[in-house]
């Protein structure tokens, strides 16, 4: 690996990066689990789900509405969609300027709300930009291509049905101490948040295995071993299966908490058995990511390094390196490396659960979900 540890990696931030801060080295590591969501986020669009994706939604807990949690990333079904381009003027896209143009070709706007977000504002994209909301779906916004003196839109309608959820953690060691005093408890609340979201819900039997139990909306219910439940779902089309069922995905890293894929310590396990699926981001991939894009990136991925330390010096004036606000070449940049190199990619993820499953079998499961005739489903 590039550097001994993901610990000497924050080292080398603190002492390249975040020297200026009061506490750099907590700096740092928020720096470095704004990169484990970026990597998520650049996953999921390269895996062609760009359209399905929200950031940060209040997801409601199965059967308990009054309850919501944010989550970093939900995938919706896609309504409808549609294309338009719009004049580069002035330094920003705002939803009033796109919903105007909307308006000129027609697009049907009734009972829509309009959100005071700006698809661009000088340079700065914003990811999965919702630019309007109504009581069963959002409208969403996203550049497709540049045309000179104009941009080709995307305009996308979401479901507020969500199929699928991602969520990121990462935990830092403080000095002198053996694990982070926080792990623990973002273990708890990512497990809680795992184990509410969907209709299919994890039981144990006596001897320790993880059972399934899904309710139908008669009162009945099946009880199968979990992952075959979940796949029978999966690959279902009965409505009475999917119309609450959430696919939950959680992303974890850092390494000195979470020790390692194949040594869990007692956090890992309980995120383990509380999601559907647990990736387990390596030391390997993170350096990686860092030093061939922030650290040393060749010429042509330069302005990837400069998007990411303005948003991190001191005195910044905005920040322009999330998984919610990208300079915009940067977001190109990052798009194209993530496609050329995608198996490699990959390969910085290990599968802690189910076990004996991989990254292919999730893309397809993924997949499946993505192409289900939701508007069918949720009559």
Not at 10 to 19: A, G, I, P, R, S
Not at 236 to 260: A, C, M, P, Q, Y
Request: with cysteine; hydrophobic share 35%; proline share 2%.
């Amino acid at each position: 690996m590039i550097y001994e540890s993901v610990d000497q990696l924050q080292k080398t931030l603190v002492k390249d990066v975040f020297h200026y801060a009061k506490d750099s080295k907590k700096a740092a590591g928020r720096a470095l689990g704004t990169l484990v969501e970026i990597i998520t986020y650049y996953i999921l669009k390269t895996w062609g789900l760009n359209n399905q994706i929200s950031i940060e939604r209040g997801l409601a807990e199965y059967g308990n509405p009054d309850i919501t949690h944010n989550v970093e990333f939900s995938l919706h079904p896609i309504i409808r969609s549609s294309f338009l381009t719009i004049d580069k003027l002035g330094k920003s896209i705002t939803a009033n300027k796109i919903l105007k143009v909307l308006k000129e070709h027609k697009y049907d706007l009734k009972g829509f709300e309009i959100k005071p977000n700006q698809l661009l504002n000088n340079g700065v994209l914003r990811n999965a930009c919702t630019i309007a909301a109504s009581k069963d779906s959002f409208l969403l916004c996203s550049i497709k291509a540049d045309k000179g003196d104009k941009y080709e839109l995307h305009i996308y309608e979401q479901s507020r049905k969500t199929y699928s959820v991602f969520e990121c953690k990462r935990v830092g060691v403080e000095e002198g101490m053996s694990k982070g005093p926080q792990t623990i408890e973002k273990a708890k609340q990512g497990a809680y948040v795992a184990r509410t979201a969907s209709s299919l819900q994890k039981i144990r039997n006596e001897s320790g295995e993880m059972h399934g139990i899904i309710y139908k909306s008669d009162g009945s219910y099946i009880i199968k071993p979990f992952v075959d439940l979940m796949e029978e779902v999966i690959y279902s089309d009965d409505k009475e299966l999917l119309r609450r069922f959430i696919l939950t995905i959680g992303v974890v890293s850092n390494h000195g908490n979470w020790f390692t894929s194949h040594n869990q310590n007692k956090e890992l396990k309980v995120l383990a058995q509380s999601y559907d699926w647990l990736l387990f981001l390596t030391d390997k991939g993170l350096a990686e990511f860092i030093d061939k894009l922030l650290f040393k990136p060749i010429k042509k991925y330069q302005p990837i390094r400069e998007a990411f330390i303005s948003s991190y010096v001191a005195g910044k004036k905005k920040n322009q390196f999330t998984k919610v606000q990208m300079n915009i070449e940067a977001d190109r940049l990052l798009l194209e490396y993530f496609n050329r190199n995608l198996k490699i990619i990959e390969g910085w993820f290990n599968i802690i659960s189910p076990k004996k499953k991989n990254l292919f079998s999730l893309k397809n499961e993924l997949k499946e979900l993505k192409n289900k005739d939701w508007a069918e489903i949720l009559k």
